[in-house]
């Protein structure tokens, strides 16, 4: 059965630092790896990464894929209050019929 | 370009009723999916839409949940009859991804679910 694990679960922080959530997973037939944000319901796209080693950036935000110890970190710089969300990483698998396994999420909270 | 829509945006049941919800993806998304979102926990796919036909449905409950997209447009999920434990986000999403790609999944605003 297909597992993304996610850490840690919750994170409380100030304004300003930077934080590194990560996502570990373990996959058949792995496609790509996709970090959303979930504000109130409706995740919306972050990232995906498909190749090792290669970083992705917006903003204040990062990502790298590690395809050889199977984790994925999402960096971000400087956080402010709008940054505090849940965090869900996703991991596309199979071939032809792309599905997506979802781990658990960071819940991320900026303080003033 | 117009979102993902869903509706009803909130819906409170008791337990036995019967429930739809609705799903109109972005326009010319191939593929439309179906997530159950229990509080405290990430997305699980219930089931996934190749234009109208199914191509997962592997982890939905069929003694009580269907689904069907027949047009390979809007799609419902329908939970009858419903138990305390299907309280959850329904969230619907749609991609442009064909067979054999990988593609982004743009979500919608999903359904929260209350059963009594």
């Known amino acids: 059965e297909d597992k993304v694990v996610q850490s840690p679960l919750s994170l409380v922080v100030h304004e300003g630092d930077t934080v590194t959530l990560n996502c570990s997973y373990e996959?058949?037939?792995?496609?790509?790896l996709l970090w959303y944000k979930q504000e109130k319901k409706a995740p919306t796209f972050l990232f995906m990464l498909t190749s090792s080693g290669i970083e992705k950036k917006s903003g204040r935000l990062s990502s790298i894929l590690d395809k050889k110890e199977l984790f994925s970190i999402l960096n971000i710089t400087a956080t402010q209050t709008g940054d505090s969300a849940i965090y869900l990483c996703a991991v596309g698998s199979n071939f032809g019929n792309e599905k997506l396994t979802f781990g658990t999420g960071t819940r991320l909270t900026i303080i003033p | 370009e117009a979102g993902v829509a869903q509706s009803p945006r909130y819906k409170i049941i008791e337990k036995r009723q019967s429930v739809a919800f609705w799903c109109n993806p972005i326009?010319?998304?191939?593929?439309l999916y179906w997530y159950q979102q229990i509080l405290g926990q990430g997305p699980k796919l219930l089931i996934q839409?190749?234009?109208?036909?199914?191509?997962?449905d592997s982890q939905l409950p069929k003694d009580r949940f269907s689904a069907e997209r027949l047009k390979g447009v809007d799609s419902t999920l329908k939970i009858q009859p419903a138990k305390l434990e299907d309280s959850a986000v329904y969230l619907c999403?749609?991609?442009?991804?064909?067979?054999?790609?990988?593609?982004?999944?743009?979500f919608g605003p999903g359904t929260r679910l209350t059963v009594l």
């Open positions: 999403a749609s991609s442009l991804s064909r067979s054999g790609s990988i593609g982004e999944q743009f």
């Open positions: 839409f190749q234009n109208n036909g199914v191509v997962d």
């Open positions: 996959v058949t037939n792995f496609r790509s």
């Open positions: 326009s010319g998304h191939a593929t």
